[in-house]
Nanobody, 119 residues
Framework: QVQLVESGGGSVQAGGSLRLSCAAS????????MGWFRQAPGKEREGVAA???????SYADSVKGRFTISQDNAKNTLYLQMNSLKPEDTAMYYC?????????????RGQGTQVTVSS
Protein backbone atom coordinates (compact mmCIF):
# COMPACT_ATOMS: atom_id res chain seq x y z
CA GLN A 1 0.00 0.00 0.00
CA VAL A 2 1.10 3.59 -0.67
CA GLN A 3 0.68 6.57 1.62
CA LEU A 4 0.92 10.18 0.42
CA VAL A 5 1.37 13.28 2.58
CA GLU A 6 1.23 16.77 1.10
CA SER A 7 2.76 19.95 2.46
CA GLY A 8 3.51 23.46 1.28
CA GLY A 9 0.09 24.99 0.81
CA GLY A 10 -0.81 28.40 2.15
CA SER A 11 -2.02 31.87 1.32
CA VAL A 12 -0.33 34.08 -1.23
CA GLN A 13 -1.13 37.16 -3.24
CA ALA A 14 -1.76 37.00 -6.96
CA GLY A 15 1.48 36.75 -8.86
CA GLY A 16 3.19 34.91 -6.04
CA SER A 17 4.62 31.41 -5.88
CA LEU A 18 4.22 28.29 -3.79
CA ARG A 19 5.82 24.87 -3.93
CA LEU A 20 3.82 21.86 -2.90
CA SER A 21 5.54 18.67 -1.79
CA CYS A 22 4.19 15.15 -1.53
CA ALA A 23 6.07 12.51 0.42
CA ALA A 24 5.31 8.96 -0.64
CA SER A 25 5.86 5.91 1.52
CA UNK A 26 5.01 2.23 1.39
CA UNK A 27 5.04 0.23 -1.82
CA UNK A 28 6.14 3.13 -3.99
CA UNK A 29 7.76 0.74 -6.48
CA UNK A 30 4.26 -0.14 -7.66
CA UNK A 31 3.44 3.42 -8.76
CA UNK A 32 3.41 4.11 -12.50
CA UNK A 33 2.32 7.73 -12.47
CA MET A 34 1.70 10.47 -9.96
CA GLY A 35 0.21 13.89 -10.11
CA TRP A 36 -1.84 16.65 -8.60
CA PHE A 37 -5.48 17.46 -8.87
CA ARG A 38 -7.42 20.28 -7.26
CA GLN A 39 -10.95 20.91 -6.18
CA ALA A 40 -12.56 24.19 -5.23
CA PRO A 41 -15.90 24.42 -3.42
CA GLY A 42 -18.76 23.92 -5.85
CA LYS A 43 -16.45 23.00 -8.71
CA GLU A 44 -15.50 19.73 -10.30
CA ARG A 45 -12.20 18.04 -9.63
CA GLU A 46 -9.53 19.22 -12.08
CA GLY A 47 -6.36 17.35 -12.96
CA VAL A 48 -3.53 19.87 -12.77
CA ALA A 49 -0.34 18.01 -13.62
CA ALA A 50 0.91 14.45 -13.85
CA UNK A 51 4.22 12.71 -14.35
CA UNK A 52 4.86 9.16 -15.47
CA UNK A 53 7.67 6.85 -14.45
CA UNK A 54 9.58 7.70 -17.64
CA UNK A 55 9.48 11.39 -16.69
CA UNK A 56 6.92 12.49 -19.25
CA UNK A 57 4.59 15.18 -17.98
CA SER A 58 1.11 16.50 -18.65
CA TYR A 59 -0.40 19.83 -17.66
CA ALA A 60 -3.84 21.35 -17.69
CA ASP A 61 -4.12 24.24 -20.14
CA SER A 62 -5.04 26.50 -17.23
CA VAL A 63 -1.64 26.04 -15.58
CA LYS A 64 0.66 25.40 -18.52
CA GLY A 65 3.68 27.67 -18.40
CA ARG A 66 3.06 28.55 -14.74
CA PHE A 67 3.22 25.21 -12.90
CA THR A 68 5.98 22.62 -13.01
CA ILE A 69 5.70 19.05 -11.74
CA SER A 70 8.83 17.17 -10.76
CA GLN A 71 9.91 14.24 -8.67
CA ASP A 72 12.91 13.24 -6.61
CA ASN A 73 12.99 9.46 -6.75
CA ALA A 74 15.74 9.23 -4.14
CA LYS A 75 13.49 11.04 -1.66
CA ASN A 76 10.21 9.51 -2.90
CA THR A 77 8.88 13.04 -3.14
CA LEU A 78 6.71 14.71 -5.74
CA TYR A 79 6.69 18.49 -6.19
CA LEU A 80 4.48 21.08 -7.79
CA GLN A 81 6.12 24.46 -8.31
CA MET A 82 3.40 27.04 -8.81
CA ASN A 83 4.36 30.46 -10.16
CA SER A 84 2.32 33.48 -11.26
CA LEU A 85 -0.55 32.30 -9.12
CA LYS A 86 -4.02 33.60 -9.85
CA PRO A 87 -7.12 33.81 -7.62
CA GLU A 88 -8.70 31.09 -9.76
CA ASP A 89 -5.95 28.74 -8.61
CA THR A 90 -7.50 28.77 -5.14
CA ALA A 91 -8.47 25.21 -4.24
CA MET A 92 -7.59 22.18 -2.18
CA TYR A 93 -4.70 20.45 -3.90
CA TYR A 94 -4.30 16.70 -3.68
CA CYS A 95 -1.32 14.56 -4.49
CA UNK A 96 -2.38 11.25 -5.98
CA UNK A 97 -1.08 8.08 -7.51
CA UNK A 98 -2.10 6.67 -10.87
CA UNK A 99 -3.24 8.96 -13.61
CA UNK A 100 -4.31 8.41 -17.17
CA UNK A 101 -3.33 11.68 -18.75
CA UNK A 102 -4.68 14.19 -16.23
CA UNK A 103 -7.43 11.91 -15.01
CA UNK A 104 -6.85 10.44 -11.56
CA UNK A 105 -7.91 6.82 -11.70
CA UNK A 106 -7.17 6.14 -8.07
CA UNK A 107 -7.29 4.88 -5.51
CA UNK A 108 -4.52 6.51 -3.50
CA ARG A 109 -4.44 10.20 -2.68
CA GLY A 110 -3.20 12.41 0.13
CA GLN A 111 -5.28 14.40 2.55
CA GLY A 112 -4.92 17.62 0.58
CA THR A 113 -3.32 20.98 1.17
CA GLN A 114 -5.14 24.30 0.80
CA VAL A 115 -3.90 26.95 -1.60
CA THR A 116 -5.50 30.37 -1.37
CA VAL A 117 -4.60 33.16 -3.78
CA SER A 118 -5.88 36.65 -3.05
CA SER A 119 -6.20 39.44 -5.59
Amino acid sequence: QVQLVESGGGSVQAGGSLRLSCAASGHTYSIYSMGWFRQAPGKEREGVAAIESDGSTSYADSVKGRFTISQDNAKNTLYLQMNSLKPEDTAMYYCAAEFVGLLWVGPVRGQGTQVTVSS
